[in-house]
T-cell receptor
Framework: AQTVTQSQPEMSVQEAETVTLSCTYD???????LFWYKQPPSRQMILVIR??????QNATENRFSVNFQKAAKSFSLKISDSQLGDAAMYFC??????????FGKGTLLTVNP | GAVVSQHPSWVICKSGTSVKIECRSL??????MFWYRQFPKQSLMLMAT?????????EQGVEKDKFLINHASLTLSTLTVTSAHPEDSSFYIC????????????FGPGTRLLVL
């Protein structure tokens, strides 16, 4: 079984600043994947970034990067140069051999102009 | 990235009727699709896993006779809410697993169901 915990129900950041969203997980699988999805007010789930657990190098996608600490089972998302369009609910998720995703409860990010 | 469509985006129906929601992978073949339900300000709750050519696998507590799932082709899965009641009103989201995409699930835009 897998569990994903997002301890920050809400976060806010000033436009152009950097913010980090926290996520911890637990899994019994040796081979797994981690994801961050974004859900804006339209409610369309959008993939932000993904990380294969067997890779030590942290994934990056433009302004989005992760800090993957495998031993600590931590997978935080850093958003640099925050933009108004980054405002959304962010979900951390883990996936394993059965292809199912386990989601955290989400962090609502507000970007202040 | 991979595109998943969902239809309809909005549906209102009377209590006791059935509603069918379609989920299509537009630019890849998806042997596995998933159906989720999301209540306001909550996370996604997995309802079932839809496998092409075989029976769906339902999560604990999800009524298989209530939520009928059919995955007849590699690009189409359908969810039918049978004899809908007001408590079935929710936001339903499908996703499709892209086997060439590092086990990534791509999501449809969701369907808002309101049962009167």
């Amino acid at each position: 079984a897998q569990t994903v915990t997002q301890s920050q129900p809400e976060m806010s950041v000033q436009e152009a600043e950097t913010v980090t969203l926290s996520c911890t997980y637990d899994t019994s699988e040796s081979d797994y994947y981690l994801f961050w999805y974004k859900q804006p007010p339209s409610r369309q789930m959008i993939l932000v970034i993904r990380q294969e657990a067997y890779k030590q190098q942290n994934a990056t996608e433009n302004r989005f990067s992760v800090n993957f600490q495998k031993a600590a089972k931590s997978f935080s998302l850093k958003i640099s140069d925050s933009q108004l369009g980054d405002a959304a609910m962010y979900f951390c998720a883990s996936g394993g051999s059965n292809y199912k995703l386990t989601f955290g409860k989400g962090t609502l990010l507000t970007v202040n102009p | 990235g991979a595109v998943v469509s969902q239809h309809p985006s909005w549906v209102i129906c009377k209590s006791g009727t059935s509603v069918k929601i379609e989920c299509r992978s537009l630019d890849f073949q998806a042997t596995t699709m998933f159906w989720y339900r999301q209540f306001p300000k909550q996370s996604l709750m997995l309802m079932a896993t839809s496998n092409e050519g075989s029976k769906a696998t339902y999560e604990q507590g999800v009524e298989k006779d209530k939520f009928l799932i059919n995955h007849a082709s590699l690009t189409l899965s359908t969810l039918t809410v049978t004899s809908a009641h007001p408590e079935d009103s929710s936001f339903y989201i499908c996703s499709a697993r892209d086997p060439a995409g590092l086990e990534t699930q791509y999501f449809g835009p969701g369907t808002r169901l309101l049962v009167l």
